[in-house]
């Protein structure tokens, strides 16, 4: 059974910083891709971030380049995401993803596994 389990999510002042992991089981973990999506309340998901399976390509999006940076240990089957200069506007629960797909624009259906989702708030 495939697990990813997102921990290190909180509540940080604007400009703080936070680094969530998302730790996966039952699945070849270097075999996929890694993103995480985020969905604040009354929107839908949308994507942040994703790191090709051997960790060589990441892409952002532009409302978080520059302040967020993904990563991941194949050894531990952990993906992580640094997040920096948080503003009110990154409120969301922030989900890790796991796919085979590596599409130009990415969506939510080119990732076959998801997590929980953990809660990121951050106040003015």
């Known amino acids: 059974q495939v697990q990813l389990v997102e921990s290190g999510g909180g509540l940080v002042q604007a400009g703080g910083s936070l680094r969530l992991s998302c730790a996966a089981s039952?699945?070849?973990?270097?075999?996929?891709?890694m993103a995480w999506f985020r969905q604040a309340s009354g929107k839908e998901r949308e994507f942040v971030t994703r790191?090709?399976?051997?960790?060589?390509?990441?892409t952002y999006a532009d409302s978080v380049k520059g302040r967020f940076t993904i990563s991941r240990d194949n050894a531990r089957n952990t993906a992580y995401l640094q997040m920096n200069n948080l503003k009110p506007d990154d409120t969301a629960v922030y989900y890790c993803?796991?796919?085979?797909?590596?599409?130009?624009?990415?969506?939510?259906?080119?990732?076959?596994?998801w997590g929980q989702g953990t809660q990121v708030t951050v106040s003015s």
């Open positions: 039952g699945l070849t973990f270097s075999s996929y891709h």
């Open positions: 790191i090709f399976r051997s960790g060589t390509i990441t």
């Open positions: 993803a796991a796919g085979r797909s590596w599409a130009l624009n990415p969506r939510v259906r080119d990732y076959d596994y």
